[in-house]
């Protein structure tokens, strides 16, 4: 049974750096794509980042480009996303998720078929 299990949330101030991680199990992953979504109180979910396991591409939203970066390590099995320069509108529970046979951007939720609990970050301002 496949597990994701989301880490790293917490409360930060505005500029703050935070560092989320994502501990995959239970298939092998190899020809999947990893992605990061996020959900703000009364939002929907939305797209933040994706990778595909092998590497190669990265594909972000625009509202984090160049502040967020996602990354794999296949030897832990764990897909990492680092948020820099965080801003109060970065709140909102970040959602670990796995497909198989995605097509770029990668940034449709109904591809994913594996869902983390998520964690939550909080940004003050």
């Known amino acids: 049974q496949v597990q994701l299990v989301e880490s790293g949330g917490g409360l930060v101030q505005a500029g703050d750096s935070l560092r989320l991680s994502c501990a995959a199990s239970?298939?092998?992953?190899?020809?999947?794509?990893m992605g990061w979504f996020r959900q703000a109180p009364g939002k929907e979910r939305e797209f933040v980042a994706a990778?595909?396991?092998?590497?190669?591409?990265?594909y972000y939203a625009d509202s984090v480009k160049g502040r967020f970066t996602i990354s794999r390590d296949k030897a832990k099995n764990t897909v990492d996303l680092q948020m820099n320069s965080l801003k109060p509108e970065d709140t909102a529970v970040y959602y670990c998720?796995?497909?198989?046979?995605?097509?770029?951007?990668?940034?449709?939720?109904?591809?994913?078929?594996?869902w983390g609990r998520g964690t939550q970050v909080t940004v003050s301002s």
């Open positions: 990778i595909p396991w092998s590497g190669g591409f990265t």
């Open positions: 998720a796995a497909g198989w046979a995605l097509t770029a951007p990668c940034d449709d939720m109904n591809d994913y078929a594996y």
């Open positions: 239970g298939r092998a992953f190899s020809g999947s794509t």
